[in-house]
């Protein structure tokens, strides 16, 4: 006799464009000063994001004097919902996908989130503001750096 156990196998959230959106919208809620969750929402994000975060969190370490990790730039208060998500529709075209998030008011409720498929998971195509240019200033006349 064969006893075959058919168990929930969950989905990786980031194996669709919509999914992942919706994951790290919820993920982001979760952050307040929780490391483990800023990282899972850090995670989902694209290459270029993570890359800006990282740069940030290296100037702050540099500032602050203590090892500031990337994830931790991700400040909740930055984050805030204009309306509850309630329906995700996704338009992809090849690596790239266009995620409609839908409030309960389709009509004034709805955001555009783009998505990119990096090493076989999408990842959500976050903008950040690059950071400003590091400044050298001029040595002042007979200071050590001169």
Known sequence: MVLVVAGCER???DDDPERVVAELIARLQRVHGDPAAARRAYDLLWAPAQQNLAE???RTSALTG???APEEM???SSFYLRF???RYAARVEAEWAEVTVFGEDSATHREQVRCVLE???WRVALSLPEPAPIQVREAAPGSPRE
Request: glycine share 6%; net charge positive.
């Open 11 to 13: 989905r990786p959230v």
């Open 56 to 58: 940030r969190a290296k």
């Open 66 to 68: 203590r090892k500031v």
């Open 74 to 76: 991700l400040a909740p």
């Open 84 to 86: 509850t998500p309630v």
């Open 119 to 121: 090493d076989g998971r």
